[in-house]
């Protein structure tokens, strides 16, 4: 009994903490029954992946471990079968919410796919925790997926939210999949693919996927009327930025440049200050990492002890991205953002392209950092692009 209380407890309360985080933010509550029903379909969604992936881990030789299956075996596995099944079950979970009439309002994409994400983490972690019942790292790996299910399948639940008047998932729906199951696929690869000291590879994209959840809520929440479809918890998150933080649309707008042509000698330039930038936020870390005598050669992805050095090199590389987003904006003086925008793009991809032929261990982790280093380049064109 102790054993089976081991490792269900710490996979069964967190699950349904945060169930009950999502089910009373939302002020127009949907029907408990069909909250815990989506909740426990994906439990057994969990089940039939794990069943299939374990034949397909047989037949084929791979797995997600890569010291098991090698990175890139791995990665095929994860990529090509794991991720893509593990959200498509999600959906299938959730599916007979979306579909009824008490999914009526744009919030309800959210707070169900969640609830399918959260079964779906629950049985995971279990199973996991069942496996390795010794090890800290195994409890940090599992506490660390949590909230990360729950943001992937917000990614297409958000679009399922904006269908929710013609009850098809509309066409915005297979981008937002693709980019939940190529996230889930890279976190999944951090997680438990590679060592311990990876985890630190979570933390940007932990954030940025945060950041992108409250985004889509608030404009989610924009869609419907205020007085009867509001979120009392998204009211107070909402609350904490004064000013508020932009909205989607607003961003999107910037974005958008209809009857104008794109100033590419901005772009290419906006990249070459982007790559000018990331070398001497890099140097200065290096500098700085030799004037309190850091060892950078000690690094090893399976002792957490030695993630410091990459934790240095990475502030200073990430630190860029904002000073050369608002030197780009200020220096075009243009008033969208598709310019630093793309700038920022190009060097990103540029910098993956040298690492993916140099360096393609490294590669994993650049990926890990890329979406918040692009984001926040674009925080600081948009501080830094004139007033209208």
């Not at 707008?253 to 930038?277: D, H, K």
């Amino acid at each position: 009994m102790l054993g089976w209380v081991r490792w269900i407890g710490p996979s069964l309360v967190p699950a349904l903490a945060l169930l009950a985080v999502v089910y009373f933010s939302d002020r127009r509550r949907e029907p408990l029954p069909l909250v815990l029903l989506v909740f426990g379909l994906g439990a057994l969604a969990k089940v039939a992946t794990w069943a299939l992936e374990t034949r397909a881990s047989a037949w084929t030789g791979l797995d997600v471990d890569a010291q098991v299956a090698g990175n890139a075996g791995a990665v095929l596995f994860l990529f090509g079968f794991a991720a893509p099944i593990r959200e498509a079950s999600k959906v299938a979970a959730m599916w007979i919410a979306f579909r009824s009439r008490w999914f009526d309002e744009p919030i309800d994409g959210l707070v169900y796919a969640s609830s399918s994400a959260l079964g779906f983490a629950m049985l995971e972690n279990a199973l996991t925790l069942r496996g390795h019942p010794v090890g800290w790292v195994w409890v940090a790996r599992t506490a660390a997926s949590l909230p990360a299910h729950v943001f992937f399948a917000c990614a297409w639940g958000y679009a399922l939210g904006r269908a929710k008047v013609i009850k098809r998932p509309g066409a915005i729906f297979p981008a937002a999949w693709t980019v939940a199951t190529a996230a889930h696929g890279l976190y999944s690869h951090l997680v438990y693919g590679r060592g311990p000291g990876a985890l630190v590879g979570t933390l940007p994209l932990l954030l940025a996927m945060g950041i992108v959840t409250v985004f889509a809520a608030r404009d989610l929440r924009a869609r419907a009327e205020r007085s009867s479809r509001t979120s009392m918890l998204l009211e107070r998150v909402s609350s904490l930025y004064v000013p508020g933080p932009p909205s989607i649309r607003s961003v999107r707008e910037a974005m958008r440049r209809e009857g104008q042509p794109i100033t590419m000698r901005w772009v290419l330039f906006g990249a070459l200050v982007t790559l000018g930038a990331m070398t001497a936020g890099l140097a200065l870390s290096i500098a700085f990492g030799h004037w309190a005598h850091v060892d950078f050669s000690i690094v090893d992805e399976h002792d957490v002890s030695t993630t410091v050095p990459v934790a240095l090199l990475g502030s200073g590389l990430l630190a860029a991205f904002p000073v050369s987003g608002y030197a780009i904006a200020k220096a075009s003086a243009l008033p969208g953002l598709l310019e630093p925008a793309l700038a920022t793009g190009l060097a990103i991809a540029v910098t993956l392209a040298l690492l993916g032929l140099a360096a393609p261990v490294a590669l994993v982790f650049a990926l890990a950092f890329s979406p918040i280093a692009w984001g926040l380049a674009c925080a600081g064109a948009w501080v830094g692009r004139p007033a209208r």
